[in-house]
């Protein structure tokens, strides 16, 4: 039997390939040969993993929506420690996930020199932020990892969701910025930046 080499697969901008049956020593051994250095996001749960590579459309939403969050925190004297996107995973759980961003605010301070994350012991971060653009957010994942503070953004909408009791709870306020209308700011920064150009430089 020939087994293809993870390197000869190409996933074209705005698709996706689920594979079934992987397991973790698996995961570990893709996430190795992928390399840090990649465009495509991976999600894993209970032995399934997605592999999905991003449209231009959904790279530019991301990193507004990321640089918005530095602008924001940094007007508001908040620490933080941007971590991107960072695979966070837990072996005991069977679950691992690269959000679109994500950021260490509440606990920045425990954060600060980690080059490498271990969630039987780190924290999750605080917020983490997906664009739907391809794909859907692996919801469960977040869930099992306990991400205290969700956003997914979606065809120039913003959903935030909360952590409470083992389960997300759809929010209309930020924890992180409760006194800041969230869901109008990100939404209509990001269409402006559509229609006129990068709008936070």
Known sequence: ?????????????????????VSWQEFEAILEELGAHRAARLAYSQGTLEIRMPLPKHEKAKVII??????????LEIDCEPFGSTTFKREDMAQ???????????NYGLM?????????IDPPPD????????????????????????????????????YQNGEYVKSDVSPTFPNLPILEIIPRIVEQSRLEGEALR
């Not at 020939?2 to 049956?21: A, E, K, N």
């Not at 600060?112 to 039987?120: A, N």
């Open 1 to 21: 039997m020939v087994t293809p080499q993870l390197r000869q697969l190409s996933v074209p901008p705005g698709h996706r390939v689920i594979f079934h049956d």
């Open 66 to 75: 990321g640089d918005l969050v530095k602008i924001l925190l940094d007007a």
């Open 96 to 106: 691992g996930v690269e959000p679109d961003d994500s950021f260490y605010i509440q």
């Open 112 to 120: 600060v020199g980690k080059e490498r994350i271990d969630l039987t």
């Open 127 to 162: 917020l983490a932020i997906e664009v739907d653009v391809t794909s859907k957010t692996q919801l469960d994942v977040y869930k099992q990892l306990g991400v205290p503070e969700l956003w997914r953004y979606d065809n120039g909408n913003l959903q935030i969701d909360i």
